[in-house]
Structures are given as structure tokens and as C-alpha cells.
């Protein structure tokens, strides 16, 4: 079943600012966003940090309303005169460093773009809000991760809005400072701001460093399978475009100054995921290097703090915004597997010199 959360015939056109918008879920939004709305103005502002990959968004380059702008959100200068020349309402905020094994080689990028960057972004919107007479439609949306309250024992209820913060890693540390942000700029300043939280996104475009595009790659390549620890880690995993369509509600029907969960009601332990993934390629590779794909399955040291158990319980935004994921995880498995044996085009390139040698520092 697919939604329609388009709002009506009396929807007002948007002009959007996205950032990040050429990485894994901002792509992805982009493309929801041009398909709902096509009388939108769409800008993109992207750094194209080595998870930003424009030809992801090569296909809208030439529509009227849609400009990709290459830049970084900690750019005060240009994101004031973005902001300004667009007469930009909505800013949906995506940008990010964004993977954790990364944060732990390497924390002070993450502290630079979500922390210093997600302010920038807000004192600019500030600014150009007040500018505009504090208009009630404008919105600023941050979106960050279920991962800022923390690690979940096997009998823990699922996170919900009220969950104390209780960031572990670098990734959600900053994650936490920069929704921290967000929500003082409502509470002080009254920037019409929303955060949504939401858990372990798959899918379309999505980089190879992370779990799920790791594990086909590497199934279509031969190379091992490498699950940290005993793989008995639970995430929480919600297909890409079911994230989208809950930003989309949010932007037209959340609340200023409020937190929405988002999540796909769909607990996997690690190993069992990778197990499903094995069995999908298996039935729907013609040629692969080893088959069955499980033969490939090693257990690798265990990522340093790595947290056991997410969960989110998105009742709020079900019961107040109406909105509900609509992929099973088997059918969103199914669909990202098809599009990694497909796409072959998009993700090779990104097997880098850059890739390989981190590659190297984690999986030693
Ligand atoms: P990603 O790493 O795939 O993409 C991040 C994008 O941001 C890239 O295109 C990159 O070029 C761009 N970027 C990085 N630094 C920048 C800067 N300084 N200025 C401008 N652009 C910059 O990330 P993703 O997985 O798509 O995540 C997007 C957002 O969603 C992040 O804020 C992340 O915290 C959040 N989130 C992710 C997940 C998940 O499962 N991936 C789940 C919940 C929330
Ligand atoms: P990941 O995709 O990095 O997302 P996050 O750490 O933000 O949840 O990892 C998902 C889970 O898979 C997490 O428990 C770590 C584990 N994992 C592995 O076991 N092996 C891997 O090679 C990777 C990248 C992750």
C-alpha cells in the first residue's frame, strides 16, 4: 500500500532548502519531494563530502525548479545568501557525518558539521525568518537519529519523545548537541523548528560503509561478511522512503517546537539480518562468487562501544500526524537487494582508494 500525504488542493507551493540532500536519505527526500510537489522550488545544499554523490540527483539537473548548489552548512556567508536569493520557507536538514565506525577514528569532523554546522544553519534561518516578519508558515526541520537516547536493554521499553538523551558514541554525541540546538531556537527564539528522531534507515543510494549496502556489495563480490561481535546488536530498520513520506507529514502537519519518533516497528538482531540479505541474494543473483552467501558470514572484533539494542515507539506521530511505515522489512530487504544487483553503475565508483584504506583502519 503507498500513501498519498499530499495535503489537498489548497497546499501552497514551498520553496525547500535541503541539506545534504545528495547523501542516502536526503537523495532519497529529494526525489520524494520532486515526485509530490512538482510546483515546489527545490535547492540542495551539498558539500559533497565523500557520501555525497551527485549523480544520484542527476536526473532532476535540468528541471526549472530544482538547483543543486555545492557548499557547506558551516559557510555563514553562503548559507545567509542562499537563504535570501531563494526566499527559501522550509529548510529540511540533513546534512551530517554520519557513520559511526568514522566517528571513532575521526570525532572532530562530526563536532564541526553537526554541531557548528546545524547552528550556522539555524542563526541564518533565524535571522532570515525574523527578516520576513516571523511568517507562521516557515519551517526548519532537523533530522537526527533515534541513537542520542542511547543503548536499550533486551527487555527495555522502545525509545519514545520523553526518553532521556544518552548519547555513546562520537556520531550520536554530536547528533545530541545539534537537536539540543534545535530545540532551544524554538524554545528561545520561537524558529518554527521540529525534530524527528528516527532509527536504521535502508535502501536506494544508500553508502557502502553502512551494514546493509556493505553486505551485498561484499556478497556480490566474494568478499567476507564481517558481523561485529556475536551480531546479537538489535536495531530497529525502516525503509528510506517510509522515512520520507514521515518527513513529509512532519514539514506540512507537525507542530513547531516538537519531537517526532519515527520508526519501522521492525527489532532484527544483526546476524539474523545478514542471514535474510544472504538468503535474498542467493535467490536472486544469477552469478556470484560463493554461494550460499552465509559460507561468506565472519564475526570480526566488535565495534568499541557499540550499543546493544535500539527501538523506537512511534506512537506519537501515528497517533497525532496519522502517519504508519507501509514496507515490511522482507519487502524493503527485497527491493534494496534487487537495486544493489541493478546498480551496479552507482556504487562501484565508490569503492575508492579513500574507501579501501578505511576500510583497512576498521575491518584490521
Ligand atoms: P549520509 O552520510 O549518506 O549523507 C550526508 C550528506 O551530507 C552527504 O551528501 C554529504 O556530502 C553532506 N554533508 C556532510 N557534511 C556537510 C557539510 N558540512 N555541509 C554540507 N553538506 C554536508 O547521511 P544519511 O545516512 O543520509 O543521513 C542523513 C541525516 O539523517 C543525518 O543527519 C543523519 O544523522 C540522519 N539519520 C540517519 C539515519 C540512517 O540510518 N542513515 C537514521 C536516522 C537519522
Ligand atoms: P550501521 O549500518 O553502521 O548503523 P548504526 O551503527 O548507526 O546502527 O550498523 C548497523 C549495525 O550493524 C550495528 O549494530 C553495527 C553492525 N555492523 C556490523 O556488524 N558489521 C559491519 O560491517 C557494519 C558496518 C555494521
Given at each position: 500500500m503507498t500513501h498519498s500525504w499530499?495535503?489537498?488542493?489548497?497546499?501552497?507551493?514551498?520553496?525547500?532548502?535541503?541539506?545534504?540532500?545528495?547523501?542516502?536519505?536526503?537523495?532519497?527526500?529529494?526525489h520524494h519531494w520532486c515526485e509530490s510537489y512538482g510546483g515546489d522550488r527545490v535547492v540542495v545544499l551539498d558539500a559533497l563530502t565523500y557520501a555525497g554523490n551527485r549523480q544520484t540527483l542527476a536526473q532532476l539537473e535540468g528541471r526549472e525548479n530544482f538547483r543543486f548548489v555545492q557548499g557547506d552548512i558551516c559557510d555563514r556567508a553562503a548559507v545567509d545568501s542562499l537563504l535570501q536569493e531563494e526566499a527559501i520557507d522550509t529548510v529540511a536538514h540533513f546534512a551530517a557525518e554520519s557513520h559511526v565506525d568514522r566517528s571513532i577514528?575521526?570525532?572532530?569532523?562530526?563536532?564541526?558539521?553537526?554541531?557548528v554546522g546545524t547552528f550556522t544553519l539555524l542563526e541564518a534561518f533565524r535571522q532570515?525568518?525574523?527578516g520576513k516578519g516571523q511568517p507562521s508558515d516557515y519551517r526548519f526541520l532537523h533530522v537526527s537519529t533515534d541513537e542520542v537516547y542511547g543503548s536499550l536493554g533486551p527487555d527495555d521499553p522502545a525509545f519514545t519523545?520523553?526518553?532521556?538523551?544518552?548519547?555513546?558514541?562520537?556520531?550520536s554525541a554530536s547528533k545530541a548537541g545539534s537537536d539540543h540546538l534545535a530545540r532551544a531556537y524554538f524554545h528561545t527564539y520561537k524558529v518554527p523548528t521540529i525534530i524527528t528522531n528516527c532509527s536504521n534507515n535502508y535502501g536506494p543510494y544508500h553508502f557502502p560503509e553502512k551494514l546493509i549496502p556493505l553486505m551485498c556489495i561484499n556478497m556480490l563480490l566474494g568478499k567476507p561478511l564481517p558481523v561485529y561481535g556475536d551480531g546479537q546488536n538489535v536495531r530497529d530498520w525502516l525503509y528510506?522512503?517510509?522515512?520520507?513520506?514521515?518527513?513529509?507529514?512532519?514539514?506540512?502537519?507537525?507542530?513547531?517546537?516538537?519531537?517526532?519518533?519515527?520508526?519501522?516497528?521492525?527489532?532484527?538482531?544483526?546476524?539474523?539480518?545478514?542471514?535474510?540479505l544472504?538468503?535474498?541474494?542467493?535467490?536472486?543473483?544469477?552469478?556470484?562468487?560463493?554461494?550460499?552467501?552465509?559460507?561468506?558470514?565472519?564475526?570480526?572484533?566488535?565495534?568499541?562501544?557499540?550499543?546493544?539494542?535500539?527501538?523506537?515507539d512511534a506512537t506519537?506521530?501515528?497517533?497525532?500526524?496519522?502517519?504508519?511505515?507501509?514496507?515490511?522489512v522482507e519487502e524493503g530487504l527485497r527491493r534494496t537487494v534487487e537495486w544493489f544487483l541493478t546498480h551496479e553503475d552507482w556504487w562501484k565508483p565508490l569503492l575508492s582508494e579513500e574507501y579501501q584504506a578505511y576500510y583497512n583502519q576498521v575491518y584490521v
Open positions: 499530499n495535503n489537498g488542493e489548497n497546499r501552497q507551493p514551498r520553496r525547500i532548502l535541503i541539506t545534504g540532500g545528495a547523501g542516502f536519505i536526503g537523495s532519497n527526500f529529494v577514528l575521526g570525532p572532530g569532523a562530526f563536532v564541526q558539521t553537526n554541531v532570515h525568518w525574523n519523545e520523553t526518553t532521556p538523551y544518552a548519547p555513546n558514541s562520537p556520531y528510506v522512503r517510509d522515512h520520507c513520506s514521515a518527513l513529509d507529514v512532519v514539514i506540512h502537519r507537525g507542530e513547531p517546537g516538537e519531537t517526532y519518533n519515527v520508526g519501522g516497528n521492525n527489532e532484527v538482531k544483526n546476524i539474523d539480518l545478514v542471514r535474510m544472504c538468503k535474498l541474494m542467493d535467490e536472486m543473483a544469477t552469478e556470484l562468487p560463493v554461494r550460499p552467501c552465509e559460507e561468506l558470514i565472519t564475526f570480526v572484533k566488535d565495534r568499541p562501544g557499540h550499543d546493544r539494542r535500539y527501538a523506537i506519537k506521530i501515528k497517533t497525532e500526524l496519522g502517519w504508519t511505515p507501509s514496507v515490511t
